[in-house]
């Protein structure tokens, strides 16, 4: 018994955006993973055939559960909160990846080709740290879009015609692609598509209504039309 209803808590705790503390832990676990293997493995690759230093073995080790597990937390909190990019957490860890490199290179006494390697991890950083902000950028746009339309257009009811799913498997969610039709100004029947995350505990139904905006002037464009369903089950939370 309770005194809190625990269907509005667990929906509360699965939207509630993750604080500074896990999203540091989380990035500076990928810049820690990152460095131990480009520390570790060039070690492995000179002493090849020989036993190689203890602390190097030791960041190779390391550097594999903590990569895995820290890119893991990342996906999950940025899931959770759009503003931070997906490609944030690759972008340290090739940053420590880059770092890592250099110390062992100068430990190792600066062989050319851990220069080029360095190299590479630094560009493959710069690259995921260009697309993250590509992505924003993207992100942004849409938003002010969608707004623009929702406080511009004209709004008409929309009716599902196939929710895109069977049943729910295993998991408690699904990510599926859902058809709306509506009738525009002028009376023409349309058909827009729109993906989804459907929770199974809220699941959509065919025949389903909910509100859609549009551009009066141009009715056929996609781009210009705004599904509150599909807006209030995004696949990353805003």
């Known amino acids: 018994m ?3 209803d625990p269907v509005a808590l667990r929906k509360l705790r699965a939207s509630k955006r993750p604080g500074p503390v896990s999203i540091m832990l989380a990035l500076a676990f990928q810049f820690i993973g990152g460095l131990a293997a480009g ?22 080790i390391s550097s594999i559960p903590l990569l895995v597990l820290s890119s893991i937390a ?64 993207k992100r942004r746009a849409l938003a002010a879009r969608e707004q623009a339309v929702m406080s511009a257009g004209a709004a008409t009811t ?7 799913y069977v049943v729910f498997g295993d998991s408690a969610k699904i990510f599926t692609t859902v058809t709306f039709t509506f009738r525009d100004g002028s009376g023409v029947q349309r058909w827009v598509q729109r993906p ?4 199974a505990a809220e699941p959509v139904l065919d025949g389903q209504e909910t509100t859609l905006w549009y551009d009066p002037m141009d009715p056929g464009n996609d781009q210009m039309i705004v599904v509150k369903l599909a807006k209030d089950s995004p696949l990353r939370q805003p």
């Open 2 to 4: 309770s005194t809190v």
């Open 39 to 60: 520390f570790g493995w060039p070690h492995l690759a000179e002493f090849e055939g020989a036993e190689p230093p203890a602390l190097a073995m030791a960041a190779v």
């Open 74 to 137: 990342w996906m999950g909190i940025a899931m959770k909160h759009n503003r931070l990019g997906l490609t944030l957490g690759g972008t340290i860890a090739w940053f420590g990846a880059a770092a890592g490199v250099t110390l062992a290179a100068v430990e190792l006494g600066n062989p050319p080709t851990l220069t080029w390697v360095a190299a590479g991890c630094l560009a493959i950083c710069l690259l995921l740290a260009g697309l993250g902000i590509w992505a924003a950028q």
């Open 158 to 164: 929309a009716t599902v015609t196939d929710k895109g």
């Open 196 to 199: 989804m995350l459907i929770d």
